[in-house]
């Protein structure tokens, strides 16, 4: 046993020091999917791809990596031959038939896939299109690389390790890098101080067009619907304005609410349990005497996001704290004149609903405790999107200052933009507050978001040097 080991010890010390390609003696087995996406992340493979059907397509950049559901990479551009730029998302399957299998094929989702990347060419011609009937140019990957998968695979640990990049390092990262902390956090919330009269010019333009109260009515409303339902809930109180509303009681505004929606149940209520049905019942005895007049406002079920949505998030719960709302915007707007934030966001958390504050959907069970209507990190939300941009309107200094003060967690957008502007590596720089985390999200949609040239058009690498 004594002799086995150094035997044992050189034999590994063979293996690792020996070029990869001559200890790999077994086949090895094809990559997954997550592999496959991260040798598109690498750009494993020559920077002008053939598709299968003979074309040339220059990869100007691989995209940001998506690791939620939808497309697998957005924001990647490529050159098709007579030199169009397509800017878009790519999709990446082991199999050119996992397309159809996924269900791309009939997803309004994956209509901006510029790229198909499959692992091996398939048995039988396949071709992919989009649910408005475009063809997607499709590229074999596997023998595009580089070098052979079976070289390649050693190497793919480090991208895959457990806190997975989004994006590549952006060319301002360099110039970023030399120069003082305080420089680059004076720039990045100069963005946010940029953004945030931005809202409240948006803001302002609004009040010109309905006035003060009707445009924090609908800010609000948006403001619940964010992210995924903004949209409906906009045009409810667009349709539904708060002068028109405040003139009934609570009863009848859930009902013109919830119908106007279309997210009050129309079906035969035996299907309900009984406490929800006790709800539904008065809703429609209001509303099926006012439903004629707004017949033509009525939003059809399909305009909501209903489907992979937190319970809390569901647009029921949104639309009771609309409702609930209707009294409190007097306050609310008191609050925003004196510029007691506190005032605001505590009005917000006292909003309370006795069915809604049980409830997430009609269908689902109650809840075992109350829940807030308008949680936390909502309240979090209209405080920096709804309150300081009202306040700006009146006191830039202090609507600069709020966003300074306040602490804002990251989001999806502000860690892409802090992947390509930092890198993975520690910086040191204090980017929690407000205004910060705006700053970065300002500068990802000036340019990062519309960059096409893998960063070598953009002009913040510029700006930067002539900052002063
Ligand atoms: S597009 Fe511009 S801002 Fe974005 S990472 Fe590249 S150089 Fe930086």
Redesign the pocket.
């Known amino acids: 046993m004594l002799f086995n080991k150094p035997i044992i010890y050189l034999a590994q010390m063979t293996t690792k020091y020996q070029p990869t390609s001559c200890v790999a003696e077994s086949p090895v087995s094809p990559p997954t999917e997550e592999e496959m996406q991260a040798l598109w992340f690498e750009q494993w493979f020559p920077p002008v791809l053939k598709t299968d059907e003979g074309d040339e397509v220059e990869v100007i950049q691989s995209g940001n990596w998506n690791h939620g559901a939808g497309p697998d990479f957005f924001q990647a551009a490529v050159r098709r031959a007579g030199g169009k730029v397509a800017v878009g998302t790519v999709e990446l399957h082991l199999r050119a038939s996992d397309w159809d299998a996924h269900g791309h094929h009939v997803d309004p989702e994956y209509n901006e896939t510029i790229l198909h990347v499959c692992w091996e060419r398939p048995a039988k011609t396949f071709f992919p299109a989009t649910q408005d009937f475009r063809h997607v140019p499709q590229v074999i990957l596997k023998d595009q690389l580089v070098a052979s998968w079976e070289l390649l695979k050693p190497h793919l640990g480090p991208v895959l390790a457990r806190d997975l990049p989004r994006?590549r390092?952006?060319?301002?990262?360099e110039?970023l890098a030399h120069q003082p902390a305080e420089k680059v956090l004076e720039i990045v919330r100069e963005a946010g101080h940029y953004r945030l009269r931005q809202k409240a010019e948006r803001i302002g333009w609004r009040i010109k067009a309905v006035g003060r109260r009707q445009a924090l009515w609908e800010a609000l409303a948006e403001g619940l619907g964010y992210s995924q339902n903004k949209i409906p809930m906009r045009l409810l109180a667009q349709r539904l304005p708060h002068a028109r509303l405040q003139r009934w009681p609570r009863g009848k505004r859930f009902a013109l609410l919830f119908g106007l929606s279309g997210l009050l149940p129309a079906t035969n209520l035996a299907a309900f349990a009984p406490g929800v049905r006790e709800w539904i019942k008065p809703q429609w005895g209001h509303w099926w005497k006012a439903r004629s007049v707004y017949d033509y406002a009525i939003l059809p079920r399909a305009s909501w996001k209903l489907a992979a949505l937190r319970p809390w998030n569901r647009p029921e719960r949104r639309v009771a704290a609309l409702a609930a709302l209707v009294p409190l915007i007097r306050a609310l707007e008191q609050s925003i004149v004196s510029q007691r934030e506190n005032a605001f966001a505590e009005i917000l958390e006292a909003v309370s609903d006795p069915f809604w504050d049980l409830h997430t959907t009609f269908i689902a069970g109650p809840l075992p405790k109350r829940h807030h209507l308008i949680g936390a990190e909502r309240i979090g939300d209209l405080v920096t999107n709804v309150f300081w941009p009202f306040v700006c309107l009146a006191n830039d200094n202090a609507a600069e200052s709020g966003w300074r003060k306040s602490q804002s967690r990251p989001n999806r957008v502000t860690t892409l933009?802090s992947q390509?502007?930092f890198g993975q590596a520690e910086t040191g720089l204090k980017l929690d507050d407000t205004l910060a985390q705006q700053g970065l999200i300002q500068?990802?949609r000036?340019?990062?978001a519309?960059?096409a040239?893998?960063?070598a058009q953009?002009?913040?690498?510029e700006l930067i040097r002539q900052w002063e």
């Not at 390092?169 to 990262?173: D, F, K, M, P, S």
């Open positions: 994006a390092a952006g060319r301002c990262q110039e933009a390509r502007l500068i990802y000036d340019y990062c519309v960059d040239s893998d960063c953009c002009k913040f690498p």
